[in-house]
């Protein structure tokens, strides 16, 4: 009885290894991990562009305010300063002591002044009122006391003027005109002095 051998003939070439080649998958693995540390810097790139781009937003609307409320505080000041440079004009036109009438001439030059000293009031009061809206709170309030002060001023010129039309002593003394001028000048002093301090650090 014969015995029949059967002979399996490899299919592998002679000298390849039978493992598996892991060779493309690296190939794979790698061009992945590429792609994915390209996208990786690509958003940290963007991301550090935002930020820098979001910050330079942030400074310019900074400098924007800051040279808005400096307008502001500019504009308050100077339109203030115009009327009180009525104040030597005005003592002039309105002599004290009250000697006599004014004359016609006289009292149509005085009118003027104080025509021109309420627009000028009028002026100082809309400025004063957008820094009170801008502020901050301290410059705000010496804003407000700007107008306080301008307001009593405006006062006691009519009254002065009145008396002097008349040429009748006031019923009061001339307190209230000198006390108004320099309260004047004080709150103009304490409104510099509260818009430089903003300015500067703000």
Known sequence: MSTTRTTWVSLTAPGESKGFDWAPLWVLAGVLL???FALAGHYLVQRGARHQ???Q???DLHKWHRDLRRQSYVDCIVTYEKMRDLISPLARAIPWPVSRALTPEEASQ???L???LAQRYDDAFQKCQV???EGPEAVADAAH???FAAAGF???ADERAKAARAGQQPAHSPEPWNASAGQMNNALEEFIKAARTVIAVD
């Open 114 to 116: 104080l025509l021109m």
């Open 57 to 59: 937003a942030a400074r």
């Open 154 to 156: 405006l006062h006691a």
């Open 53 to 55: 781009a979001k910050e």
């Open 145 to 147: 006391q700007l107008i």
């Open 110 to 112: 005085l009118n003027d």
């Open 131 to 133: 820094v009170r809206l």
């Open 34 to 36: 590429t792609g994915f």
